[in-house]
């Protein structure tokens, strides 16, 4: 399968942090497969909203290991959901987001997951830890979902709100953690007929694990 993720319609965001948003990351056909194909099966509660650090309600399959493939998830995966991730692993693919964002991703270890927001759902606002040096987020949605976008946010408060990004078909997102990169993501409402699909990468610093 020929996987054409190149975009050249990322935006670069500077206000309240500097971050970037792709509204077509993959090409269509391409998006409308892996789409169809989105793992189902395997995923774990993550839920936590007691102690310190970030808090949070969600269902993940974690697909990448400090840059290995988890024999668990990918020998349940499709064909095509194979060769994104062997794209997502390439030099190139690194290389291409160290230009976009002007980071050197070259000596840190990927982390990949499969996430979805059920209803009732939810990411509390946190600041991503300084170890990520950056996040991805790809969105695979079957249908408008009531709640779910990621917030940007210029402190700490929740109400703080500087932009809304809905979690649309094939939108990215990209953050790059720093003190200041405040956000959350809002709940799925109970009773939503769809929910949050998204693929999760972690380029981060080994020398921090």
Not at 31 to 58: I, M, N, V, W
């Amino acid at each position: 399968m020929n996987i054409r993720w190149h975009s050249p319609d990322f935006k670069k965001k500077k206000e309240p942090f500097k971050w970037f948003c792709s509204d077509h990351f993959l090409s269509p056909n391409v998006f409308k497969r892996l789409q169809a194909e989105f793992p189902h099966t395997g995923y774990c509660k993550s839920h936590r909203e007691e102690g310190d650090g970030k808090h949070y309600s969600t269902w993940d399959l974690l697909a990448i290991d400090n840059g290995i493939p988890v024999p668990e998830t990918w020998n349940t995966l499709s064909a095509a959901w194979k060769a994104m991730l062997k794209v997502i692993l390439s030099d190139d693919y690194r290389h291409y987001f160290s230009t976009l964002v002007e980071r050197d991703l070259s000596k840190t270890l990927l982390h990949v997951r499969f996430t979805i927001y059920h209803e009732n759902c939810w990411l509390a606002p946190h600041c991503d830890r300084p170890d990520k040096i950056l996040t991805q987020t790809l969105y695979f949605p079957t249908g408008s979902i009531e709640g779910g976008e990621l917030l940007i946010l210029g402190s700490s408060d929740p109400d703080d709100i500087k932009e809304t990004v809905s979690p649309s078909p094939n939108r990215s997102v990209i953050l790059l953690p720093s003190p200041c990169s405040w956000h959350s993501v809002r709940k799925v409402a109970s009773g939503s007929q769809h929910a949050r699909r998204t693929l999760l990468l972690h380029y981060v610093c080994p020398d921090s694990l």
